[in-house]
T-cell receptor, first 109, second 117 residues
Framework: GQNIDQPTEMTATEGAIVQINCTYQTSGFNGLFWYQQHAGEAPTFLSYNVLDGLEEKGRFSSFLSRSKGYSYLLLKELQMKDSASYLCAVVDSNYQLIWGAGTKLIIKP | GAVVSQHPSWVICKSGTSVKIECRSLDFQATTMFWYRQFPKQSLMLMATSNEGSKATYEQGVEKDKFLINHASLTLSTLTVTSAHPEDSSFYIC?????????????FGPGTRLTVL
């Protein structure tokens, strides 16, 4: 079966750095997305990785290792507004999006 | 960036009635539109994939006669929940896909919260 694993919840301090991990087992791989979702709102696109390595975009970076079936989202200089759920989604061989359950990130002052 | 709108933002209806939700890509033509449902504290669940001018492809377990999808143009898709029941109460989100470089990027609508009494 297809499976995406993320931690259910994480807590971090304002100004700090946090890494949210995602491991996946899917039938084929055509890329991995990270989305941010605030409560009651639709998800917002953060990043897309299809090749191994680190992609940096401002305070957010995303890393992919296809051989390990592993990705992480790195958030630096955390702000209170970063409190949200972070969803990892993998595009499988049929170009379907397989979603993780999301990681709820709580930022404390 | 690309903008996707949904209408209405929220709707309350009586059990047995039908509800139509519109999804529009405002500043780009979407090759494909997706409809998702999200129950509280759960991840997004894909309901169906819709390509303009053709029948939607429904995910396993989604009743195509209950959730009618019409993709009339490259900028508009509609989801009609027919004979809605309380268990259909959920957050319905659409997304529109656009080819960007080597991959298809999805842009999400703001979602429609449906409450069936």
């Amino acid at each position: 079966g297809q499976n995406i694993d993320q931690p259910t919840e994480m807590t971090a301090t304002e100004g700090a750095i946090v890494q949210i991990n995602c491991t996946y087992q899917t039938s084929g791989f055509n890329g991995l997305f990270w989305y941010q979702q605030h409560a009651g709102e639709a998800p917002t696109f953060l990043s897309y990785n299809v090749l191994d390595g680190l992609e940096e975009k401002g305070r957010f970076s995303s890393f992919l290792s296809r051989s390990k079936g592993y990705s992480y989202l790195l958030l630096k200089e955390l702000q209170m507004k970063d409190s949200a759920s972070y969803l990892c989604a993998v595009v499988d061989s049929n170009y379907q999006l397989i979603w993780g359950a999301g990681t709820k990130l709580i930022i404390k002052p | 960036g690309a903008v996707v709108s949904q209408h209405p933002s929220w709707v309350i209806c009586k059990s047995g009635t039908s509800v139509k939700i519109e999804c529009r890509s405002l500043d780009f033509q979407a090759t494909t539109m997706f409809w998702y449902r999200q129950f509280p504290k759960q991840s997004l669940m894909l309901m169906a994939t819709s390509n303009e001018g053709s029948k939607a492809t429904y995910e396993q377990g989604v009743e195509k006669d209950k959730f009618l999808i019409n993709h009339a143009s490259l900028t508009l898709s509609t989801l009609t929940v027919t004979s809605a029941h309380p268990e259909d109460s959920s957050f319905y989100i659409c997304s529109a896909s656009r080819t960007s470089g080597d991959y298809n990027e999805q842009f999400f609508g703001p979602g429609t919260r449906l409450t069936v009494l």
